[in-house]
């Protein structure tokens, strides 16, 4: 690793996605300093994976170059940038809020003891280090997937012939529809997207996925852990103890190829192992919050957002977010009652059906 790339991976998979998920945390009003950059953060990269789909499924049909369907990707981002902007404008027009300042007054009472902050803060170095120890072996340390080869080549291919799985990267013969394994990658076409970020950042495909996306998306999927954990306990002290306690899991659980352990801290850079870590429990994240009495309507649209962002990842994403989808409508029906949020949660797996459909059409 080097500064220059540290920098171009902080900004693809840091800054912009927490600058473009400021505009979920407004939308949704989330409080707490860092609840909302960790919201901003889970939400943006959510919104980022959407995108790609939305421009990358219609330009790999239509046989588009790489380079183009980056500059979409990019016009859209920044679209999306500007809006976060014009929202800083305006709050920084309409000034502090008062809300913020009397909810921190009221709570001034039930500031935990020093003793109390000690074992926080010794919880809250345990877990930091573990995290960091996980997300930086992987990016460290050499490590190696048979199952990695196809992903890279089709990576390599398109920067080098700038186009979107047009010829096979082992034999240079034209790629056709229904050739095995590429056949699912027209629908969640990941490797794409890694290769967009390559061609921004300027690092060669394999060293990207294998240098710089465990450490990234590693630490992505923790703040998502943490977010879960705060939902669930709504204490500092229980949170970190639930992150502790992933952890030892993930770090213990390599007892196959298809445990989540493994997915994550051995083979995160590819799709599968990021709809497995990151995406599915993002769903579940999402649902939580529709299930509470007073849900913000905000996490009904970005349902449809997240399951979007699924079939980016994996043909894993596309079959199985529209189950949890489904099953979770059923639920939130006998506990809510509500025939119309119903029909509105079973529509979020609208866009795995379409891209089902556009799978076995081929």
Not at 57 to 68: C, N
Request: with cysteine; net charge neutral; proline share 3%.
């Amino acid at each position: 690793m080097n500064c220059k790339n540290i920098m171009y991976m902080s900004v693809l998979f840091l800054f912009l996605p927490a600058w473009i998920g400021f505009l979920w945390v407004e939308v949704l009003k989330i409080r707490g300093s860092f609840l909302r950059f960790l919201n901003a953060w889970v939400l943006g990269f959510v919104t980022m994976l959407s995108v790609g789909q939305l421009v990358l499924i219609p330009m790999v049909a239509l046989h588009a170059s790489l380079s183009s369907a980056l500059r979409v990707w990019l016009i859209v981002l920044t679209l999306l940038s500007l809006g976060s902007f014009y929202l800083v404008l305006r709050k920084e027009d309409m000034g502090i809020s008062l809300p913020e300042k009397t909810e921190t007054v009221k709570n001034s009472a039930k500031l935990p003891s020093v003793r109390e902050n000690g074992w926080v803060l010794v919880l809250g170095v345990l877990v930091a280090v573990l995290v960091f120890l996980q997300a930086y072996i992987p990016a460290g340390y050499e490590h190696r997937d048979d199952d990695d080869a196809r992903f890279v080549s089709e990576e390599v291919s398109a920067i080098e012939h700038d186009t979107m799985y047009w010829d096979d990267p082992i034999t240079i013969d034209q790629l056709y529809w229904n050739e095995g394994e590429v056949r699912k990658d027209f629908t969640s076409p990941w490797a794409m997207y890694v290769a967009m970020c390559s061609k921004i950042s300027g690092i060669a495909p394999a060293a990207l996925s294998h240098s710089y996306l465990p450490f990234y998306l590693i630490l992505l999927c923790y703040a998502l852990y943490l977010l879960i954990g705060w939902e669930f306990f709504h204490d500092r002290e229980k949170t970190l103890l639930f992150l502790l306690f992933l952890s030892v899991i993930h770090l213990f659980g390599y007892t196959s190829t298809h445990t989540l352990a493994s997915m994550m801290l051995l083979r995160i850079w590819q799709g599968k192992a990021v709809c497995a870590a990151f995406m599915l429990p993002a769903l579940f994240y999402v649902m939580y919050q529709l299930m509470q009495k007073e849900y913000k309507k905000g996490w009904l649209f970005f349902l449809y957002v997240a399951s979007n962002a699924a079939c980016l990842l994996s043909g894993i994403g596309i079959v199985t977010a529209p189950v949890i989808v489904f099953l979770y409508g059923i639920v939130d029906f006998f506990y809510h009652r509500k025939c119309k949020k119903l029909l509105i949660i079973w529509m979020a797996a609208a866009p795995s059906a379409l891209y089902l459909l556009y799978y076995m059409m081929g």
